[in-house]
């Protein structure tokens, strides 16, 4: 008889837990860095555009 393999490590509605904006990992991973990516995007754009 055949059974089918359920992952155990992907995430699911029921395990998943919002993100803790009291944590300081979750700030930078979350807000800090995605931040900081665009504006290094937008500054190098305008940097290109001028060349």
């Known amino acids: 008889m055949w059974f ?3 992952p155990g ?3 699911t509605p029921h ?3 919002p993100i ?3 944590s300081t990992s979750d700030i ?3 807000i800090v860095i995605p ?3 665009l504006i290094l ?3 190098w754009r ?3 555009r001028n060349s």
Request: charged share 20%; net charge negative; hydrophobic share 40%.
């Open 46 to 48: 305008r940097g290109r």
């Open 28 to 30: 930078l991973i979350y």
């Open 35 to 37: 931040v900081l990516l």
């Open 20 to 22: 803790d904006l009291t």
């Open 15 to 17: 395990n998943n837990d």
């Open 4 to 6: 089918i393999q359920t």
């Open 9 to 11: 490590e992907i995430p």
């Open 41 to 43: 995007y937008i500054l």
